[in-house]
């Protein structure tokens, strides 16, 4: 049984850091492709960052490059995103993710709120 379970989110304010994990049990981690999405109140998930199986590859979205930075341990199968330079609008539910056909899974999210 696929389990992608979400920490570290929590309330931090503008200019500060979080760093999120994703622990996932249940099938092959290390052959696989991991994301971190988000979805703010009243507006489509989207993609935050995704890495390759093997740490070789990474990508962002233009909103984030800069200031966060995905990482995985594949001897822990654990996911990770390290968030610096926080801004109000990065406030959202903070979801990992992996696609094995036909579909995607999905955590259950962690809350991570930017407000002074």
């Known amino acids: 049984q696929v389990q992608l379970v979400e920490s570290g989110g929590g309330l931090v304010q503008p200019g500060g850091s979080l760093r999120l994990s994703c622990a996932a049990s249940?099938?092959?981690?290390?052959?696989?492709?991991m994301s971190w999405y988000r979805q703010a109140p009243g507006k489509e998930r989207e993609l935050v960052a995704r890495?390759?199986?093997?740490?070789?590859?990474?990508r962002y979205a233009d909103s984030v490059k800069g200031r966060f930075a995905i990482s995985r341990d594949n001897a822990k199968n654990t996911v990770y995103l390290q968030m610096n330079s926080l801004k109000p609008e990065d406030t959202a539910v903070y979801y990992c993710?992996?696609?094995?056909?036909?579909?995607?899974?999905w955590g259950q999210g962690t809350q991570v709120t930017v407000s002074s």
């Open positions: 249940g099938f092959s981690f290390s052959t696989y492709a």
């Open positions: 993710s992996y696609y094995q056909p036909p579909r995607d899974y």
């Open positions: 890495i390759s199986s093997d740490n070789s590859n990474t």
